[in-house]
């Protein structure tokens, strides 16, 4: 399985966000939470988790 991070300026990039809701909504916790991969100090993401996640929420 390949797992291609992506960082916070792509995610931000793809969603047409500013990175600083990208960034708050890694503060989150619980299933609601955006799903993220801590390296360290550094948050990467998942782009096709995302995707599922995004759905999740729109299902609501």
Do not use: C
Not at 12 to 22: E, I, R
Not at 27 to 54: C, H, M, N
């Amino acid at each position: 399985m390949d797992h291609n991070l992506i960082t916070v300026d792509e995610l931000a990039g793809k969603l047409n966000v500013h990175k600083s809701w990208v960034y708050a909504r890694t503060r989150q916790t619980g299933p609601s939470a955006i799903p993220r991969v801590r390296l360290g100090k550094y948050v990467r993401f998942e782009w096709e988790k995302v995707k599922d996640w995004i759905e999740r929420q729109n299902a609501e």
